[in-house]
């Protein structure tokens, strides 16, 4: 019984912890250096090295249905044909950042 409520209180300390700090908005500075050292080898000012009908643009956000965070997160998470998954390389709060940025910028290349 008393380990159970040890293990609840760790996982209500640990829950806040990752949420602190408006993670879940996404930080758009913080996102914007994220980007920088993981995504811009493919992504160099908005565009795709591999895949140029997928820039991040939002006209090709729009059109591949990809103009939403959580789209992005999904994606960035889980990766898609050639563009690597970055579950591991990257945690949710920075997964999160850099779609908060990529989301920003779309309009913005
Ligand atoms: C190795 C090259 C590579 C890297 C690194 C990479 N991507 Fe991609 N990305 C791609 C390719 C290829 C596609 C197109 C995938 C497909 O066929 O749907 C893509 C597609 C996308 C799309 C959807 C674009 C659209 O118009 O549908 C988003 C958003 C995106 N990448 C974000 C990121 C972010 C954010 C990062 C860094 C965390 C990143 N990518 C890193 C290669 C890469």
Redesign the pocket.
């Known amino acids: 019984m008393f380990q159970r409520v040890i293990i609840a209180c760790c996982a209500v300390a640990a829950s806040f912890l990752m949420f602190a700090g408006n993670a879940m908005a996404g930080d758009i500075a913080a996102g914007s250096q994220?980007?920088a050292q993981?995504?811009a080898?493919?992504?160099i000012n908005g565009g795709?090295i591999?895949?140029g009908a997928?820039?991040?643009k939002k006209a090709?956000?729009e059109?591949?249905d990809?103009y939403s965070t959580d789209k992005?997160i999904t994606?960035?998470t889980k990766g898609?044909?050639?563009?690597?998954a970055?579950l591991g390389r990257?945690n949710e709060t920075q997964i999160a950042d850099?779609?908060a940025y990529?989301y920003d910028q779309a309009d913005k290349w």
């Open positions: 994220i980007f993981n995504c080898a493919c992504h795709n591999l895949n997928k820039t991040l090709d956000l059109k591949y990809m992005i994606q960035v898609k044909m050639t563009m690597p970055f990257l850099v779609a990529v």
